[in-house]
């Protein structure tokens, strides 16, 4: 990482956007060298160990550097965007020497500054002498396709690939595609870039793996023609190694920990919830839940919270260190949500206040933030218990894992029509099954069976919401 020493120019270092979080990967930049950005301005996404933020940046100026490209794990604390605060114009220009902006012309022609293209951070936009990496290199000449034409047929002769040639271009690539360019023995300089301004993607790497034993008739007429069998990088054509870190890498880690730490006790109960879908059905018309999502989960939700009201040392945790339960006296109610970046866990502030109107609102809005990707650090600290709804998946049930620091998890399976004995008579109702998971160490059979008891109560008869609210 380059290091400022202008004292017109401010380091922007990556900020702990949770509680005790150590590191962020870069996902996006929004800005790009040369770009003037304001202050609270947004110039980057990353990816925290709980959610994706947005960072702002502080102050006012013309950005000078980023310290990194896109997909790279930076610790907090580390600078990782450079900022002329002066007000002045792009670095580029400020250049005392004549002859930078003559380098500058073959790769950023001056006809197109209104137009910048998306490019990968740390191949940008030459701006000065402080950058680390070259920009994507024109167009190779005739000497230069000799060179990768002589590593093509190394590679395809499966002999060493010889020395990079000094002074030639680095190609265009993300660091998890340089490693799996590594892993598979290609070089870079061979393959042909499929992506936005010329950058390899994985699927360019694995398609030079493929297209290698094309060039077996180049061999030498002494090596007898190979039989028909399996190239040598099909394995790696049917696998694809995905990097554990971010949110998934954060929920491994504390599902894990919750797993071998807590005792997990499950009880199942399958109910009829005939009643409890009719409802639903009611709800939706009625006048006080317009524009509000109503679903099953909803009343599910207000049967849990009151569940838990009627046997509040549910919703508690244990501390280890002081050898004591903590029970607590509001509930924050966690609803698993699957994302393309991994399970998050967002919870609703002091659930047990609201009305059903005002929970019905409050999921709704958690549920579209989880489903944006913007579900913040803080929505997802503090959860007392949690929810998690894999009936949407078609599943009966399941033994869920607590969330690390509480005490119940209560899993929701499929509702679906099934015989069932209603009045003496066996008739198709509405059927689900409820698991709850707890931990052994502060609630024990009793108090477990209570509150899974009065939830499925509630959702056989939703009527009972109004006595025991």
């Known amino acids: 990482m380059t290091t400022m020493t202008n004292a017109s120019v401010r380091e922007f270092k990556m900020p702990d956007v949770g509680e005790g979080l150590t590191e962020a990967e870069i996902l996006k930049w929004y800005v790009q060298p040369g770009d003037t950005v304001t202050d609270g301005q947004v110039v980057c996404e990353v990816e925290t160990a709980k959610a994706a933020v947005e960072l702002p940046i502080p102050y006012d100026g013309v950005v000078r550097e980023l310290h990194f490209p896109e997909g790279t794990t930076v610790d907090v604390g580390t600078s990782i965007i450079a900022v002329d605060v002066t007000g002045g114009v792009a670095p580029a220009t400020e250049a005392p020497a004549p002859a930078a902006e003559p380098e500058r012309a073959p790769e950023e022609p001056a006809a197109e500054p209104a137009a910048r293209q998306p490019v990968l951070v740390g191949y940008g936009v030459a701006t000065s002498s402080t950058r680390r990496r070259p920009r994507r290199p024109a167009a190779p000449d005739a000497a230069a396709e000799q060179v990768v034409t002589a590593v093509q047929q190394e590679l395809n002769g499966h002999a060493p690939a010889p020395a990079p040639v000094a002074g030639a271009p680095r190609p265009l690539a993300k660091p998890p595609v340089r490693k799996l360019a590594k892993d598979l023995g290609v070089d870079l300089a061979t393959v042909t870039p499929t992506g936005p301004d010329g950058i390899i993607t994985r699927e360019d790497v694995h398609a030079a793996v493929a297209v290698a034993p094309q060039a077996a008739p180049q061999a030498p007429a002494a090596v007898p023609a190979p039989a028909p069998a399996a190239p040598a990088s099909s394995d790696t054509a049917r696998e694809t190694r995905v990097p554990v870190k971010g949110v998934r890498k954060a929920t491994a880690a504390a599902m894990v920990g919750s797993a071998f730490t807590a005792p997990h006790v499950t009880e199942f109960v399958t109910v009829d919830v005939t009643r409890t879908m009719k409802l639903v059905e009611e709800l939706k018309q009625d006048k006080e839940f317009t524009g509000l999502r109503v679903n099953p989960l909803l009343l599910i939700a207000k049967a849990l919270l009151v569940a838990i009201k009627r046997n509040p040392d549910i919703n508690a945790s244990w501390d280890e260190s002081a050898q004591e339960i903590v029970v607590k006296h509001y509930v924050n109610l966690g609803i698993a949500a699957a994302t393309p970046r991994g399970l998050i866990v967002p919870n609703i502030k002091d659930a047990h206040a609201k009305t059903l109107p005002q929970l019905a609102e409050s999921l709704g809005e958690l549920v579209s933030t989880a489903r944006e990707g913007k579900t913040s650090p803080a929505a997802m600290q503090g959860g007392t ?85």
């Open 385 to 469: 218990v949690t929810i998690t709804n894999v009936g949407v998946f078609g599943v009966d049930t399941g033994t869920p894992i607590l969330n690390p620091g509480e005490s119940a998890i209560l899993a929701v399976g499929a509702i679906k029509p099934q015989p069932w004995v209603h009045k003496g008579k066996v008739k198709p109702r509405q059927v689900t099954t409820l698991a709850l998971s707890f931990d052994h160490r502060l609630v024990d059979g009793e108090l477990g069976s209570k509150v899974l008891a009065d939830v499925a109560a509630i959702l056989e008869q939703p009527k009972r919401l109004i006595s025991w609210a």
